[in-house]
């Protein structure tokens, strides 16, 4: 199973999770420190203080990355350290950091890839209304192009947001993320929000000359019960109208205004019933509708469903009345998600389906495993598995005409994994906190050889 010869293969990574270093060289303070700093939000009371102290250990990181073959490395900038407060003065001594890590990976041949927003929004503009308020949008735009002034010229892959869903939905609707609010008309309204810091983002780095710009969603096929061991069931008209609903509010709220510059009827509904839609100004959509040339998805497990007659909307769902979320026949990983590989195809098939003018990259795919250390090795057969399984897939969607120019595994280290702390490991390089040893698991070692062959 060969892969086209200029597929990119690499690993993916986020500032807060793996970083540490949070006070150091000018760095303000992100709603994530102050999240996991209160207590009962995190597990363990775990902070991404120390975390795999990469600010001080990325060289020997890239070597890790350099020995695995990795052609390209997703990482994301930390906006606090760029600007303390969000806006205003740029800091010369967080850019200095990104600037040596994109040296030294272009040095070891492997692409850069930068986020400018995995989700460590600067405390301050949180203090005014974070993703509620619609200047946070414009600061965004002024940081995205502080940052492309300073890489921009060895960089030339971009992502503006990763999963805006979550951290509108998650961090604003059901709080389990920062900055933990629970109100649905916050959620809506940090939505759109954050695609309009998306799309005036967009527009920057396009002028500034930005080769490729990219935005990441989660995305999930979001299937019956019935499907997701069988594709061709065919569901009752009520679980299909409600698998269709939850399709709209998790890819098509970000996708259709981002690609098309206009917003699903749903959507719409969801937001006129949870706060109005004042938010929504005139020409809006068309600055959200900055051309973009590739999709990144985020795939880890499909979304299952079926009616509900008379539910209340979850809180993560504004909008989700009258639907049930039901779980998988599928084995869990230590996440308790389904691990359903051929979902990923389905996906990839129906995004280049829905979306074709733009390209799709798998930015992140990867499984959290209970993994132990033994003789120096970590023999984690079941992600060696997972991530087979799901390259399978890719390969499958790349034959049926889904273009597809590359895999990030999430993630090259053990880290942070946010509400859940660091008891949660998805790493293909296992992290020893206590030491900060790294050691490659199998899953890297087999990863190294996919590469290595560019196939399976
Ligand atoms: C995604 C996040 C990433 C990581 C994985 C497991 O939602 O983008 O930071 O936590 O989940």
């Avoid at 200095?96 to 301050?124: C, G, M, N, R």
């Avoid at 389906?353 to 930015?363: C, S």
């Avoid at 991530?387 to 034959?399: F, K, S, T």
Wanted: some cysteine; hydrophobic content about 40%; overall charge negative.
């Amino acid at each position: 199973m060969i892969f086209p010869e200029d597929f990119v293969w690499g690993a993916a990574t986020a500032s807060y999770q793996i970083e540490g270093a949070v006070k150091e060289d000018g760095r303000g303070q992100s709603i994530w420190d102050t999240f996991s700093h209160t207590p009962g939000n995190v597990a363990d009371g775990d902070t991404g203080d120390v975390a795999c102290d990469h600010y001080h250990r990325f060289r020997d990181d890239i070597g890790l990355m350099r020995e695995l073959r990795l052609g390209a490395y997703r990482f994301s900038v930390a906006w606090p350290r760029i600007q303390s407060d969000g806006e205003g003065s740029v800091n010369p001594r967080g850019l200095a950091f990104y600037d040596k890590l994109v040296d030294e990976l272009l040095a070891a041949e492997i692409s850069p890839y930068v986020t400018l927003y995995h989700w460590d929004l600067p405390q301050a503009l949180e203090d005014r209304g974070g993703w509620t308020n619609r200047d946070t949008a414009y600061r965004f735009a002024d940081y995205a192009e502080a940052v492309h002034a300073k890489l921009g010229d060895r960089v030339s892959d971009w992502a503006t947001l990763n999963e805006p869903w979550v951290a509108a939905f998650l961090g604003y609707g059901n709080g389990v993320h920062a900055p933990g609010r629970r109100r649905p008309a916050d959620a809506m309204r940090s939505a759109h929000h954050l695609l309009l810091g998306h799309g005036l983002a967009a527009r920057r780095l396009r002028e500034a000359g930005a080769r490729s710009i990219m935005l990441v969603v989660n995305s999930s096929p979001v299937l019956t019960p019935a499907q997701v061991n069988d594709p061709s069931a065919v569901p009752s008209e009520a679980d299909a109208a409600s698998a269709h609903r939850i399709h709209t509010l998790l890819t098509r709220q970000f996708l259709d205004p981002a690609v098309y510059g206009t917003y699903p009827e749903e959507v719409l509904d969801a937001a006129a019933r949870n706060g109005g839609t004042d938010h929504i100004q005139d020409g809006d959509l068309e600055l959200i509708n900055a051309p973009i040339d590739l999709v990144g998805v985020n795939y880890y497990n499909p979304c299952v469903v079926e009616s509900g007659p008379g539910l209340p909307a979850d809180a993560a769902w504004p909008g989700s009345e009258n639907v049930r979320f039901a779980t998988a026949d599928a084995p869990t990983t230590a996440m308790g998600w389904p691990i359903v590989p051929d979902g990923l195809s389905r996906l990839l098939v129906r995004l280049s389906q829905d979306y074709p003018q733009v390209g799709l990259m798998v930015t992140e795919n990867g499984a959290a495993f209970d993994d132990v250390v033994q003789d120096g090795r970590v023999h984690d057969d079941e992600r060696v598995a997972y991530l087979d399984g799901h390259l399978r897939e890719v390969h499958r969607a790349i034959e049926a005409g889904a273009d597809l120019r590359g895999y990030l595994v999430w993630s090259l280290l053990d880290n942070f994994e946010w509400a859940e702390g660091y008891r949660r490991r998805f790493g293909i390089v296992h992290v020893d906190y206590a030491t900060q040893e790294r050691v490659p698991k199998d899953s890297a070692l087999w990863y190294r050889d996919v590469i290595g062959r560019n196939g399976l």
